[in-house]
């Protein structure tokens, strides 16, 4: 079905400059194996960021695991990976990839990110090898000191997935990317920071940055030996030509649909969007609706508008039949949101007309 409105339209950059990178990149013959686009772009996220240590991947995916293999290792089909069940099915299927078993835990209503009490519980609950939490929609949350100080209790590793997190802050106007040992973030086309498919993961920790950049060629540590655990994950010069081009535009899409976010505050009515969400970077805008609303019946009326809604993430990972037989703390949280929550465009395709007629969906009486 198309849309007038769809929920994610990809920004990149113009096609000439994109062309104009191209020829270069084709002259110089160079076209992967960390080239000076990648360094460059590289470098511009270290900038960015305010960070040490980045290492670019080939997708967000294979960053995630590898940052589970450098610094978790390799499972033995027993110990335990703790994950909200309220997140992207990669996380998990990143953590089966390398023996380990999803362990769900419960979120924050008003964050939608992990709640600390919770981990504490489901560490105490079996043999646990590490922490893998989610900042949200990019939504960088309150908790995130809190994790870290559950981690080093327990002495686990503890990576961030701020998938669509890349320009985002936390809320006491930090860049998301400098918590925990590392967090990992895409350029999937539906991103932001869009290069079409793409990933990063950082660190304050420059030695296990240059170990997370090794796992991406083969575990190759400067010769044409392999030292460690490693896969072919390495980004190309094209999508880094393209990301550095992004990181100049970033500032620009981000106040767009901040500008967006300001209109939906205006009309919204009794639904609300989670904490910190005005310092994310709105790949779209997650809303919770009221208690009680119909989500399948606002998603419809929206259809008929010419706008298209999605339900991310629901349904929650416990309930996908992969993860089914997976162990999981209590989740009556994530059970209360998952069919309340629905994703809004906020792209620069959306108007203040656009909101208003969103809005006059979402403030009928019969939801």
Same mark, same amino acid.
């Given at each position: 079905?198309?849309?007038?409105?769809?929920?994610?339209?990809?920004?990149?950059?113009?096609?000439?400059?994109?062309?104009?990178?191209?020829?270069?990149?084709?002259?110089?013959?160079?076209?992967?194996?960390?080239?000076?686009?990648?360094?460059?772009?590289?470098?511009?996220?270290?900038?960015?960021?305010?960070?040490?240590?980045?290492?670019?991947?080939?997708?967000?995916?294979?960053?995630?695991? &590898?940052?589970?293999?450098?610094?978790?290792?390799?499972?033995?089909?027993?110990?335990?990976?703790?994950?909200?069940?309220?997140?992207?099915?990669?996380?998990?299927?990143?953590?089966?990839?390398?023996?380990?078993?999803?362990?769900?835990?419960?979120?924050?209503?008003?964050?939608?990110?992990?709640?600390?009490?919770?981990?504490?519980?489901?560490?105490?609950?079996?043999?646990?090898?590490?922490?893998?939490?989610?900042?949200?929609?990019?939504?960088?949350?309150?908790?995130?000191?809190?994790?870290?100080?559950?981690?080093?209790?327990?002495?686990?590793?503890?990576?961030?997935?701020?998938?669509?997190?890349?320009? &985002?802050?936390?809320?006491?106007?930090?860049?998301?990317?400098?918590?925990?040992?590392?967090?990992?973030?895409?350029?999937?086309?539906?991103?932001?920071?869009?290069?079409?498919?793409?990933?990063?993961?950082?660190?304050?920790?420059?030695?296990?940055?240059?170990?997370?950049?090794?796992?991406?060629?083969?575990?190759?540590?400067?010769?044409?030996?392999?030292?460690?655990?490693?896969?072919?994950?390495?980004?190309?010069?094209?999508?880094?030509?393209?990301?550095?081009?992004?990181?100049?535009?970033?500032?620009?899409?981000?106040?767009?649909?901040?500008?967006?976010?300001?209109?939906?505050?205006?009309?919204?009515?009794?639904?609300?969007?989670?904490?910190?969400?005005?310092?994310?970077?709105?790949?779209?805008?997650?809303?919770?609706?009221?208690?009680?609303?119909?989500?399948?019946?606002?998603?419809?009326?929206?259809?008929?508008?010419?706008?298209?809604?999605?339900?991310?993430?629901?349904?929650?990972?416990?309930?996908?039949?992969?993860?089914?037989?997976?162990?999981?703390?209590?989740?009556?949280?994530?059970?209360?949101?998952?069919?309340?929550?629905?994703?809004?465009?906020?792209?620069?395709?959306?108007?203040?007309?656009?909101?208003?007629?969103?809005?006059?969906?979402?403030?009928?009486?019969?939801?």
């Amino acid at each position: 079905m198309s849309f007038e409105i769809p929920l994610i339209r990809a920004d990149f950059p113009p096609v000439e400059d994109v062309a104009a990178d191209y020829e270069v990149i084709m002259a110089s013959g160079r076209f992967s194996n960390f080239g000076p686009r990648e360094q460059r772009f590289r470098q511009g996220i270290a900038r960015r960021l305010g960070v040490p240590g980045v290492a670019t991947y080939s997708s967000a995916t294979i960053g995630l695991v &590898a940052a589970l293999a450098t610094l978790v290792g390799i499972g033995d089909g027993r110990r335990r990976i703790v994950l909200p069940s309220f997140t992207f099915a990669a996380a998990a299927q990143a953590v089966e990839m390398l023996d380990f078993v999803p362990a769900f835990v419960d979120v924050d209503e008003r964050t939608l990110s992990a709640d600390p009490d919770r981990i504490r519980d489901l560490i105490e609950d079996g043999p646990t090898a590490g922490l893998l939490l989610a900042n949200p929609f990019g939504i960088g949350s309150a908790a995130a000191a809190d994790w870290e100080r559950v981690a080093v209790t327990a002495q686990l590793p503890l990576i961030i997935d701020s998938a669509a997190g890349f320009g &985002a802050e936390y809320p006491d106007g930090s860049p998301v990317g400098g918590h925990g040992d590392a967090e990992v973030f895409s350029f999937h086309a539906t991103k932001p920071l869009a290069v079409g498919e793409g990933g990063a993961v950082t660190t304050a920790d420059e030695d296990l940055a240059d170990q997370l950049r090794s796992a991406s060629n083969f575990g190759f540590d400067g010769g044409r030996e392999s030292v460690r655990w490693g896969l072919n994950g390495k980004l190309s010069e094209l999508h880094a030509a393209i990301g550095i081009r992004q990181l100049d535009r970033l500032d620009g899409i981000l106040a767009e649909r901040r500008r967006v976010l300001g209109w939906f505050s205006e009309a919204l009515g009794r639904h609300r969007v989670p904490d910190n969400v005005e310092r994310s970077t709105l790949a779209f805008l997650p809303l919770i609706l009221d208690e009680g609303a119909d989500r399948d019946g606002v998603v419809a009326a929206l259809a008929a508008e010419g706008v298209e809604a999605r339900t991310y993430y629901a349904p929650a990972l416990h309930r996908h039949p992969r993860f089914a037989g997976a162990p999981r703390g209590p989740l009556d949280v994530t059970e209360r949101i998952e069919d309340r929550v629905v994703s809004l465009p906020v792209h620069e395709g959306v108007t203040r007309d656009v909101v208003a007629r969103m809005a006059r969906v979402l403030n009928e009486s019969d939801w």
